[in-house]
């Protein structure tokens, strides 16, 4: 939980797939077909099918010292996951051929559930059996416990809140310095200032349970085809973690018109003010997200600190 700037390696989507193509050609891979299937901040993701018919998928890590997380953290959830996540197949380090680690893994079927627009458009019965199908799996997931919470590769610290407290107050005293510079709004800050000073409130209860959290399960993330769920792709800082840590996600893009998070805490319960500590860390990602990538989504924050002043007045 380090909010230190990335500057990622730029790469475009044609660049993708020259890469790709070199990948190919070196371990003697015939394409038939590759094509650019999409990327985010620090990801490039390219599908591939053979000579053979055999498919896959390259994805190009814009950041260095990503490749040994992604793949473990695909690995461990592929484990304790019900819904399919991909399996690795390789994996190649950069060098002065190609300047981004990428690893290759199976391909999921169907798209992505954010561009799915007949799930969107569907009745409201069938988006609540989607939204029953991504909370088992995740339950699942969560599921697995571990004695100490942390990133999933040295999990260390024996108190959640001990870990998370002082990442938020970094999170803090860099949106001061981010407002002095005129980089981020005051109503971010104040904000982000209301709702740390209510810390001790909203998070009253201890978490007592170190939960694997797949850490990105937002809509982009998950799979469907043929109308039901296929896969979950892209974890991101997975952790043992507060399980409820792992549900603010859900209420990105178009998350809340698949009641994801209220079906999630109707099926398995929350603890006190899940509210408001969804509110928080869900505001304190996206400021954390701003300082890793340098992008700010307004469409996406706005509606944070709105979520979170609503939280903060019914505490
Ligand atoms: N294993 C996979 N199977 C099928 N499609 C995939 C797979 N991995 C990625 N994709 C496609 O590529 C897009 C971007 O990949 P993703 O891993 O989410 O990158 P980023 O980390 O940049 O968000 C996804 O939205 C999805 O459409
Ligand atoms: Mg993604």
């Avoid at 999921?108 to 561009?115: C, Y």
């Avoid at 039901?228 to 991101?236: A, N």
């Avoid at 859900?250 to 209220?262: M, Y």
């Amino acid at each position: 939980m380090n909010a230190e700037r990335i500057t990622p390696i730029d790469i475009n989507a044609n660049q993708a797939v020259k890469y790709a193509d070199a990948i190919l050609a070196e371990r003697s891979e015939q394409a038939r077909r590759l094509k650019y299937l999409g990327g985010g901040s620090f990801g490039r993701a390219v599908g591939v099918t053979l000579e053979n018919g055999r498919e896959y998928v390259l994805k190009l890590l814009l950041a260095p010292d990503m490749m040994e997380k992604e793949c473990r953290d695909l690995r461990l959830l592929r484990e304790n996951c019900p819904v399919r996540v991909p399996a690795v197949l390789y994996s190649r380090p950069c060098d002065d051929k190609i300047p981004a680690d990428a690893y290759a893994m199976e391909k999921i079927p169907g798209k992505s559930a954010v561009t799915d627009i007949c799930l969107f458009l569907s009745s409201k019965k069938r988006r609540l059996g989607f939204a029953d199908e991504v909370t088992s799996a995740l339950h699942a997931v969560h599921e697995c416990v571990n004695g100490t919470f942390g990133d999933t590769l040295c999990p260390r610290h024996t108190d959640w809140l001990g870990l998370y407290k002082p990442f938020a107050q970094d999170i803090l005293t860099r949106t001061h310095a981010a407002v002095r510079r005129g980089e981020l709004s005051q109503s971010i800050l104040s904000a982000a200032q209301a709702a740390f000073a209510r810390f001790d409130d909203i998070f009253c209860e201890p978490v007592t349970q170190a939960c694997l959290i797949h850490g990105d399960l937002n809509v982009a993330n998950i799979m469907v085809d043929k109308g039901r769920v296929s896969g979950f792709i892209d974890p991101l800082n997975s952790m043992y973690a507060d399980r409820e840590y792992d549900l603010f996600q859900f209420d990105n893009l178009t998350g809340k018109r698949f009641f994801l998070a209220d079906t999630y805490i109707a099926k398995y319960g929350a603890s006190r003010n899940v509210r408001a500590k969804l509110a928080f860390y869900g505001l304190f990602n996206e400021i954390y997200c701003y300082f890793k990538a340098g992008t700010l989504f307004p469409a996406i924050m706005r509606p944070l600190v709105k979520n979170m002043r609503t939280q903060l007045a019914a505490l």
